[in-house]
């Protein structure tokens, strides 16, 4: 059987080769990527707010963020540039946490995302609903450093990492789609690595 290059390297280090996407490659390191700069964040003054489609909207403190329940998961993840990291482990507040306190209204069916200096991402509810979604506030162990997102950033399954907003401000339920920061830019709003949505709708 034919095996690109990238497959054999995933066989050598011992995984399957089936977790690779297509065009994607396996990297050990964790790359840092994002537009702008790594923001400024003081504690004592950030909040997270949730609004849009809910009974209740919410502005969380740092603290109050902390005191909820905390969630470990453990994920592949996959950046449209090709690079691929496996077993990505994440701890922070899962939406369901969330969701008990705010309560989405039967409307709510998208997720726009809002991080620092403008940024966005969106994707459906169900994304956010996934036992593999997360606000991480710590990776593999330690707390989330600057460039990955510290204090709080999103974990999104099942497609590309662009759509997991690092250093998240808000979250917004919408009844109807919108695009974000790089799908305004002509990135797959869908974004399915299986089926390489990288680019064009
Ligand atoms: N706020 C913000 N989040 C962002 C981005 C960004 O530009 N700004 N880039 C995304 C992209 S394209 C990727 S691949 C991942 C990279 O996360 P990492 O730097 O922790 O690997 O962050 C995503 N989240
Ligand atoms: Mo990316």
């Not at 998961?73 to 899962?94: E, K, M, N, Q, Y």
């Not at 497609?159 to 830019?185: C, M, N, T, V």
Request: hydrophobic share 40%.
């Amino acid at each position: 059987m034919f095996r690109s290059k990238a497959e054999q390297k995933v066989l050598e280090k011992g995984y399957d080769p089936a977790r690779l996407p297509p065009g994607q490659y396996l990297t050990e390191k964790w790359p840092v990527l994002h537009a702008g700069s790594v923001p400024d964040v003081d504690l004592a003054t950030w909040d997270l707010k949730v609004w849009g489609e809910v009974e209740e909207p919410l502005t969380l403190t740092w603290e109050q963020l902390r005191a909820l329940p905390a969630s470990e998961i453990t994920l592949d993840i996959h950046c449209v540039t090709r690079w691929s990291r496996f077993d990505a482990s994440f701890r922070g507040v899962r939406w369901r946490e969330l969701a008990s306190l705010v309560r989405p209204k039967p409307t709510a069916r998208f997720v726009v995302a809002h991080a620092e200096q403008g940024f966005s991402s969106n994707f459906p509810l169900e994304f956010l609903e996934d036992e593999h979604a997360l606000l991480a506030y710590e990776a593999d162990g330690a707390p989330l450093t600057p460039d990955h997102g510290w204090p709080l950033r999103l974990v999104i399954p099942r497609k590309y990492f662009w759509k997991s907003a690092k250093w998240l401000r808000g979250i917004e339920l919408l009844d109807h789609d919108q695009p974000g920061f790089w799908e305004r830019y002509g990135y797959h709003n869908e974004a399915d690595f299986w089926k390489e949505e990288r680019y064009g709708f």
